[in-house]
């Protein structure tokens, strides 16, 4: 399963980010309970269809898209999501390598900021890009 692969590349990059700048991040698969005042962030995997272009099933192609949703207080300034949108940009550039067990690949779009949803106690901008790679498969049996 190299989407898992690449999931897990993107988040251990994510995770040095925003632990340097003190943001926590919400993965999908994990409990996480916001304080009412914080910036957060909400990271999500969409994995495209897995593709084989190769005779003998030698390596398959993975692609999908990375999601990361910034979830601010309502009463915050916009300024504080768009800086975050801007340096995920920095972070995530097209062309950044990705490579883990076996997986090897590269962010092919560049950060994308989505529209503004607004609730009653926050706000969330997503933010989102692109990658590509290729996977060795195991033999069959393993």
């Known amino acids: ?24 991040v919400a993965y999908s698969n994990q409990p996480f309970t916001p304080n009412p005042s914080e910036t957060y962030l909400r990271a999500f995997q969409l994995p495209a269809s897995t593709t084989c272009r190769y005779l003998g099933g030698d390596a398959y192609e993975y692609t999908g898209v990375y999601q990361i949703s910034i979830v601010c207080p309502s009463a915050q300034a916009m300024a ?29 779009e560049p950060v994308d900021q989505g529209p503004t949803i607004t609730e009653s106690a926050t706000y969330t901008v997503p933010a989102s890009f692109t990658y590509a790679g290729v996977a060795d498969q195991p033999p069959a049996g393993a």
């Open 1 to 24: 399963m190299s989407h898992a692969r690449v999931r897990q590349a993107i988040e251990t990059k994510l995770a040095a980010w925003s632990a340097a700048r003190q943001i926590r």
């Open 80 to 108: 504080t999501a768009e800086t975050l949108v801007e340096e995920l940009t920095q972070l995530f550039r097209v062309d950044t390598p990705l490579a883990r067990n076996g997986f090897d690949g590269l962010i092919t």
